[in-house]
């Protein structure tokens, strides 16, 4: 029996996938999601079918989540790196299941 995630603006039920999934890079590779230590904004995005921009702000204050930045500069963009540990991606899609 499949669980899912529920989606509260719209009520409709999102089907969670299992962690043996492979997650679809752009260049049409696939990876093995339990092979990686941690996910990132994209494959977590593939992986729940919510979008990139809800993920991000799903885990950008989660404790564990490693975020890189690069401040803007005079004449360059800033840039940040998020990363999701696989064990507070669990502890995410637990939470929202219950």
């Known amino acids: 029996m499949n669980q899912g995630l529920v989606n509260s603006d719209v009520g409709s039920t999102i089907l969670a996938a299992p962690l043996t999934l492979r997650a679809i890079r752009r260049d049409s590779t696939y990876v093995n999601v339990q092979d990686k230590p941690a996910y990132t904004v994209a494959e977590v ?19 564990g989540v490693l975020i ?20 507070v991606y669990e502890r995410v899609v637990r939470r929202l299941l219950v």
């Open 45 to 63: 995005s593939a992986l729940t079918g919510f979008s990139r921009r809800t993920i991000t702000r799903m885990f950008e204050e989660e404790k």
């Open 68 to 87: 890189l930045e690069r401040p803007e500069k005079m004449h360059k963009r800033g840039y940040r790196s998020i990363r999701i540990p696989r064990a």
